[in-house]
């Protein structure tokens, strides 16, 4: 029978990873990313999980020791934040091109400097094209369901890369959520054993990470590119059989809210649960409003977002991430290049919001939909709650 | 620190035998002619034999084997990056742990782990650190050519004092490098590794049957290879086996084990040569003036005598 307990994200997390039974865990400890790691080997301490956690050095070393595992055939988690996922960046584009499954949970936090713990999207924005599938959560029941759609998702003969499950740092990994955990038997049935199909054996001996010269290098770019791309209509199927498996109605890209509505707000990630209580709020009080949810954010959806957004015809994009010396936040960019050239392209405002883990509450998005729709948002972009003084 | 590790059961390595024996390095690779570290990777691997797994950080012996469409190994073999293929074998370590627990792998293959003396003992030295302390059943070989060979000849910190390289020129204020070279297979044994050892390929029974040894003992090993390198010494190419035994017989680069901690050579010199012998066989050195030389042959000698008194300090009593 399926549990629905009150737990911490990053235990519901550990808990799903342990359902998931990985061969290999390498990682290295970072706010707010630590309780999952810490539960994991507590797990393998305990003999409830068998497998090799590697207490590695740093985490360029957890993100080298996960792609020499994943190489022997493993299947691999890691998890990280912030300055971690900084300091793996040179190896998360070498995992992408050997076409190395693995999965890492990323607890979104600022980047230094100033050090700080707290909530925001610059570390992941800092890595967007490292040729990872990613994910955004919203809350816990999704980090654990999307836990077991990423190992499916990446593993996938048709995908063959690593999958990013980002959630924001303590906004969620912290949260104590009521959360249901299916039975084994559920999780098997949708996360099937992982057969590698090619790995480092010496029965058949392969040579992983060669040179690559002028005249293969860009084909061998393609071709991931090509891999990451195609891998959308998988991460569709697996979001389907997920919907099916545990009664959900995710998308790629989601909404809420009034279907004619002319203005729509844009979330990644954890906002979106606040901003659908504005949303329903400004519904109720007869505002027609709606708001679109990007849960893959890599490969980005375009028809599915187009789809969502459509008879928009202003977009209040919300970014957790500046772009220093662009005219955008990164989700914003990103957008605008979507909407390039198209006719029916609606206008984007773009609102840089929650930094460093500043509070976003909900009547902020009330009011940052009724500046945009009196057209008083800046051009580029609105740094929002900036302290004037600064 | 000290434990009884019984290698007496190891097999020896025969001359007459080697020419049998198959490296998994193939001909027709691209390393320069004389190049000392491809020699050792040869031997390395004639030992190792094909259950074995490579993971080589970057430097020239992953260039010279891998430009794809090619292959020079015939052996499985990753490469990931500069710094981390102490990591990397520890992935693939626990990896081959996990999955042969599972009964989804049947073998246990030999991981062995091949990094230049930048990849070792500078970029890379945290993450061999690492795999080192945390015990990982594998093999880590250091090519110690003594300089960055493949980005152009830059000095590492294992570049000797009085070399000249492409960042520590020599010139009217400089004589080159001026710092001595890291120490790091004493660095590796105070990891408490079980066996640590100094090799060259003008040795080549001595340095097999360490690689015999390293590969039986439970847990990390390290071996450090001495390997001249023509391009980066300016020396001829025919010369490197000649300048690498010289190295040795002028105590330069002692051969040694540290087996359990405690140290011993494995082969002593009866007939001590002068350094100036080695130096003058390599264009690196040819600005060094005698007062420099004799500095040198000092410091040879005390770093020897350091090293006899870890052997007796080390040695076992009933000995
Ligand atoms: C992070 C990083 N920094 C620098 C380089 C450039 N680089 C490639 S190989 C190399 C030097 C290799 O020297 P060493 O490890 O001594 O091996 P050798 O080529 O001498 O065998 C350098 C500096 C790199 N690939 N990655
Ligand atoms: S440069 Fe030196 S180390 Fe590199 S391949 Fe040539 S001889 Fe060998």
Known sequence: MARRIGTEVSLAVADAVKMAAPDVISAYPITPQTHIVEELSEFVANGELDAEYIPVESEHSAMSAAVGAAAAGARVYTATSSQGLALMHEILFIASSMRLPMVMTVANRSLSGPISIWNDHSDIMAERDIGWVQLFVENGQEALEFTWAAFRIGEDKRVMLPVVVNMDGFIMSHMIEPITIPDQEVVDAFLKPYEPQIKLDTADPVTFGPVGVPEVYLEAKKQCEQALLDSKAVVSEVIDDLNHTFGRQYGLVETNGAEDAETVIVTMGSLGESVMTAVDRMNANGKAVRQARIRLWRPFPVEEFMDAVSGAKKLVVIDRAISPGSVNGPVAQELKSVFYGRLDAPEIVNVIAGIGGRDVPVDDFVQMVELAEKGELAETYTLWGLDSDA | ?319
């Open chain 2, 1 to 319: 620190m000290l434990k009884d590790i019984d290698l007496s059961g190891v097999d020896k390595t025969k001359l007459k035998e080697i020419h049998k024996m198959e490296s998994m390095v193939s001909s027709g690779h691209r390393a320069c002619q004389g190049c000392g570290e491809v020699l050792a990777m040869g031997m390395v691997t004639r030992v190792a034999g094909p259950d074995t797994i490579v993971c080589n950080a970057t430097g020239c012996m992953e260039i010279i084997s891998s430009p794809y469409p090619q292959t020079a190994w015939k052996v499985p073999w990753i490469h990931v990056a500069f710094e981390n293929a102490g990591a990397v074998a520890s992935g693939v370590e626990a990896a081959i742990k996990a999955l042969h627990r599972k009964g989804k792998v049947s073998s246990k293959p030999n991981i062995l782990c091949f990094g230049g003396d930048g990849a070792t003992a500078d970029i890379g030295f945290g993450s061999l650190s690492g795999a080192m302390e945390r015990g990982h059943n594998l093999l880590y070989v250091c090519l110690d050519n003594e300089a960055y060979m493949n980005t152009g000849i830059q000095r590492s910190s294992s570049t000797p004092y009085g070399a000249s390289t492409t960042t520590s020129p020599c010139g009217t204020e400089s004589i080159g490098q001026h710092t001595q070279k890291k120490n790091m297979p004493r660095i590796i044994a105070e990891h408490g590794v079980p066996y640590v050892a100094t090799a060259s390929p003008s040795h080549p029974t001595d340095l097999m049957d360490k690689v015999a040894k390293a590969l039986a003992v439970d847990g990390p090993a390290y071996l450090h290879i001495y390997s001249p390198c023509p391009t980066g010494w300016g020396s001829k190419g025919e010369k490197s086996i000649e300048i690498a035994k010289l190295a040795v017989e002028t105590n330069l680069f002692p051969l040694y084990e540290v087996v359990g901690g405690r140290f011993g050579f494995t082969k002593k010199i009866k007939k001590v040569k002068p350094i100036g012998d080695y130096l003058k066989l390599q264009r690196r050195f040819r600005h060094l003036t005698e007062k420099e030389i004799g500095f040198i042959q000092q410091t040879v000698e005390d770093n020897y005598e350091e090293l006899e008194r870890f052997c007796q300090a080390t040695a076992k009593c009933e000995e």
